[in-house]
């Protein structure tokens, strides 16, 4: 593995773990049950947060750069 894709990689990680934390702070505040979605199935909890998107922009802005770190370290492999 390249320095690079380790790293980002590494980003990637951070970037989603930030958004987990992110989304059941959000979830447990709206309701106990989404708040249960996103503590075990956290794409359901994002599905349940779309129409709220406008307010939450930032959570889906972190996981877009997790996904594009992701994305941009498995090419570079």
């Known amino acids: 593995m390249l320095p690079v894709s380790a790293i ?3 980003f990637a990680l951070a970037f989603t ?3 987990w ?3 059941l702070r959000v979830c ?3 309701s106990p049950l989404a708040g249960c979605f ?3 199935l956290p794409p359901l909890a994002l599905i349940l947060l779309l ?3 406008r307010e939450e922009k930032e959570l889906y802005q ?3 750069a997790a996904c594009i770190c992701l994305i941009l370290s ?3 492999q």
Request: glycine share 4%; no cysteine.
């Open 28 to 30: 447990f505040s709206d």
């Open 74 to 76: 498995l090419t570079l």
């Open 62 to 64: 972190l996981l877009g």
């Open 38 to 40: 996103a503590l075990f």
């Open 17 to 19: 773990s930030i958004a």
């Open 21 to 23: 934390l992110r989304l």
């Open 8 to 10: 980002l990689m590494v």
């Open 51 to 53: 129409p709220r998107w």
